[in-house]
């Protein structure tokens, strides 16, 4: 498959046409509240796919080893990913293209292929990791995960493939409604709201090994290579105009700011009642078990509901941003709204990755942490490269007209990308040498 595919994209590549900037009308329309809602998706469920059932547990993870003192990291994550994400936007709106393509076009097949190639095992193994998430959730209610698996195999399948992109939305939407179940479980746990205030605004580091690998984990999590296909990607399939990119920007930034609420909601529940218990957790379902006897059943029932939501939207975010990436690269048909007859490849692919995530998920006693290990791994080398990419074609006239990055986006952008390069290479030195770091 490696070699097939950059056959088959250099001859799709031979004839390319320039890249084309739309116009941004006269006389941008009005921000009548239906007008604001009608744009309103791309931005919030790519930003709330984020908060999958990796994500989930890293928050938790983070809340009942460390409580709330990496609070005023997610701060400066939140702004860093608004910047990101909003270059995404922006380059959907003006170009009409996703990211794999931009990257096709511009910097050759030879490029978009490893990205594109990386990009499918990463997501892959997250994949699997989603649908591991919708088991443990499941388990949670006393639903065996052979009865709850292939049913959220089916429904996730179906919402893709069945309706128009329009359909999906909305049923990505009401998913990313669920996560108002972890600020409700926040305020069970009762925490001290001035102490999570002062955590917010006073920065705490430390070069623990521990910590070191907690604060990379936080980054790696919040911002991952997926968000930034997908948001473009579904710009594109939206048919977002110019004269909407302004209600567009406020969905990025609404989409951003909801998720890292709730995942600031997430670290304080935690860090309230497993905490101060010295209760350790590896997984979102650990999560909601220890809540149980510290924060009481409904909060540990809330976390638990969370789960099943976030897993949900991200076994359906996931596999579709990875099919949305491939095809925009090598030049195939990519669109929910296209039926499986006109769009056979993406359609495909989306089926055999909601397949495969399934299938390794019901597999009984496997161990998928390596998979996950191994997919966050591939997440973090990625995304140093992927924003590379994006600040070379959201920076170059010939791709975005006059709509390139001003001076405060790409610091921001460019202190984002090299502090994430840093992470990048500290993850993986500590990892495969653990006492480099000492401690």
């Keep these: 498959m490696a070699f097939v595919l950059p056959l088959i994209a250099r001859r799709l590549a031979a004839r390319r046409p320039p890249v084309r900037v739309r116009p941004w009308p006269a006389r941008p329309r009005g921000w009548s509240l239906r007008r604001v809602l009608g744009v309103l998706g791309p931005g919030l469920i790519a930003a709330a796919a984020g908060n999958d059932a990796g994500g989930i547990a890293t928050y938790a993870s983070v809340g009942a080893e460390f409580g709330t003192a990496l609070l005023w990291a997610l701060l400066l994550i939140t702004l860093s990913l608004a910047v990101v994400q909003e270059m995404a ?76 992109y329009r359909a999906a939305e909305r049923v990505f939407l009401a998913l990313s409604a669920v996560f108002l179940t972890y600020i409700l479980a926040a305020f069970l746990a009762r925490p001290d709201w001035a102490a999570v205030g002062w955590s917010l605004v006073t920065p705490t580091f430390h070069l623990q090994p521990d910590f070191l690998m907690a604060f990379i984990t936080l980054v790696g ?53 497993l905490f101060p218990a010295g209760i350790t957790v590896t997984s979102a379902s650990d999560a909601a078990r220890a809540l149980a006897p510290l924060a009481g059943q409904y909060a540990a029932a809330l976390f638990g509901a969370g789960l099943l939501g976030a897993s949900l939207l991200a076994a359906s975010v996931l596999p579709l941003s990875t099919a949305y990436a491939i095809c925009g690269a090598f030049g195939w048909e990519r669109s929910v709204s296209s039926g499986f007859q006109r769009a056979r490849v993406f359609n495909g692919l989306y089926t055999a990755l909601v397949l495969l995530g399934a299938l390794v998920a019901l597999v009984p006693g496997l161990p998928l942490i390596g998979a996950i290990i191994a997919s966050q791994f591939l997440d973090g080398l990625l995304l140093p490269i992927v924003l ?23 610091l921001i952008a460019w202190a984002t990308t090299l502090l994430l390069i840093a992470l990048s290479l500290a993850l993986l030195a500590s990892t495969l040498w653990p006492g480099l770091l000492g401690g």
Excluded: C, H
């Design 221 to 273: 999590t919040t911002i991952t290579p997926y968000m930034q296909f997908f948001q473009q990607s579904a710009v594109v399939d939206k048919a977002v105009r110019m004269d909407e990119y302004p209600r567009e920007r406020v969905d990025v930034l609404l989409g951003v700011l909801y998720s890292n609420l709730v995942a600031g909601f997430i670290i304080v529940a935690t860090a309230t009642t």
């Design 89 to 164: 936007a922006r380059m959907g709106a003006v170009t009409g293209k996703g990211l794999a393509e931009l990257i096709r076009e511009e910097f050759g097949v030879r490029w978009a292929t490893l990205a594109m190639l990386t990009l499918l095992v990463a997501n892959g193994g997250t994949t699997i990791a989603e649908f591991a998430g919708i088991a443990a959730a499941a388990e949670l209610f006393g639903i065996s995960k052979y009865l709850a698996v292939p049913i959220a195999t089916a429904l996730v399948w179906w919402v893709v493939v069945g309706p128009s």
């Design 388 to 410: 590379l990419f994006m600040l070379r074609l959201v920076n170059r006239p010939s791709v975005m007209g006059r709509y390139t990055n001003g001076l405060v986006l790409n």
